[in-house]
């Protein structure tokens, strides 16, 4: 059975940091591309950023230059390094594992930038 769990959310003032993580169990972590997507309230799921099994990068262009992904193969890991934050940020924040027709999220892990 396939787990996501993200962990690292929380509530953080304008300009703060957040480091959430992502650890994977039930699949073969490093052939699949990882990725965050994020929800804001009365939002469609976006994406924030993607790495593939190859450790290519992509970002939306709201958060490029402020946040990093990066994976870590032999802890089945993600991460996503958010600097700089804004409110705008503000959104549940999901992990996704794809590979090929196999699509698996977790549950979601909430961040709130305010003051």
């Known amino acids: 059975q396939v787990h996501l769990v993200e962990s690292g959310g929380g509530l953080v003032q304008p300009g703060g940091s957040l480091t959430l993580s992502c650890a994977a169990s039930?699949?073969?972590?490093?052939?699949?591309?990882m990725g965050w997507y994020r929800q804001a309230p009365g939002k469609e799921r976006e994406l924030v950023a993607t790495?593939?099994?190859?450790?290519?990068?992509k970002y939306a262009d709201s958060v490029k230059g402020r946040f990093t992904i990066s994976r870590d193969n032999a802890k089945n890991t993600v991460y996503l390094q958010m600097n700089s934050l804004k409110p705008e940020d503000t959104a549940v924040y999901y992990c996704?594992?794809?590979?090929?027709?196999?699509?698996?999220w977790g549950q979601g892990t909430q961040v709130t930038v305010s003051s």
């Open positions: 039930g699949i073969i972590f490093s052939i699949y591309a």
């Open positions: 996704n594992a794809r590979w090929f027709k196999y699509d698996y």
């Open positions: 790495t593939t099994s190859g450790d290519s990068t």
